[in-house]
């Protein structure tokens, strides 16, 4: 398996632009989770899904961001309008069976909003 | 109070040396404790898993959780530069989301 896939691996974008971050989890595995990692706050968890439902979304920081996962291999993350301060490294993971089992992380989407 | 706190370092120890990196938290019902290891630019990779109070040895590494000072504790055993790296601990309660450690930035002098 070629592990989590993230794209782009790179982004700049300009204040007020939509921005989507996409995430293909590994095959077989049903939990999916998006992270935010930052010099200040560290990794921080946004949402997390379970079988593609969304079981958790209290770490999505405003309305700006919404995350969706149509099917069991894809899932983006969007924000709309972006800001400087969402420049961060996103993170995609994902885990089998439980949510404190081992997650996988994919190689993260470096954001920068200018 | 953040529900875990960790020491951002950075931290740098000769080659050879015995490293230990710390965690407290907040909250006495979480019951699973894990290290995690991300080497710049990379995303972060399960390094120890533990549930209970104790250790836990995988070759160079050992795990320590006391439950009852709420610590958690990575040793590693004759360092080398690869072990450069941050390490995150991260914590949860069952079935329910983890909280990782802000990470600890270490660095391994040849």
């Known amino acids: 398996d070629a592990g989590v896939i993230q794209s782009p691996r790179h982004e700049v974008t300009e204040m007020g632009q939509e921005v989507t971050l996409r995430c293909k989890p590994i095959?077989?595995?049903?939990?999916l989770f998006w992270y935010r990692q930052t010099m200040m706050r560290g990794l921080e968890l946004l949402i997390y899904?379970?079988?593609?439902?969304?079981?958790?979304d209290s770490g999505m920081p405003e309305d700006r961001f919404s995350a969706k996962m149509p099917n069991a291999s894809f899932s983006t993350l969007k924000i709309q309008p972006s800001e400087p301060r969402d420049s961060a490294v996103y993170f995609c993971?994902?885990?089998?069976?439980?949510?404190?089992?081992?997650?996988?992380f994919g190689p993260g989407t470096r954001l920068t909003v200018l | 109070q953040k529900e875990v706190e960790q020491d951002p370092g950075p931290l740098s120890v000769p080659e050879g040396a015995i490293v230990s990196l710390n965690c407290t938290y907040s909250?006495?019902?979480?019951?699973?404790f894990m290290w995690y290891r991300q080497y710049s630019r990379k995303g972060p990779e399960l390094l120890m898993y533990t549930y209970s109070s104790g250790n836990k040895e995988d070759g160079r590494f050992t795990a320590q959780v006391d439950k009852s000072s709420k610590y958690i504790s990575l040793f590693i055993r004759d360092s080398q530069p690869s072990d450069s790296a941050t390490y995150l601990c991260?914590?949860?309660?069952?079935?329910?989301?983890?909280?990782f450690g802000s990470g600890t930035r270490l660095s391994i002098r040849p």
């Open positions: 899904f379970n079988n593609n439902v969304p079981i958790d």
């Open positions: 095959s077989g595995h049903d939990y």
């Open positions: 909250n006495s019902a979480f019951q699973y």
């Open positions: 991260a914590i949860t309660l069952s079935a329910s989301k983890i909280i």
């Open positions: 993971a994902s885990s089998f069976g439980r949510t404190y089992n081992e997650q996988f």
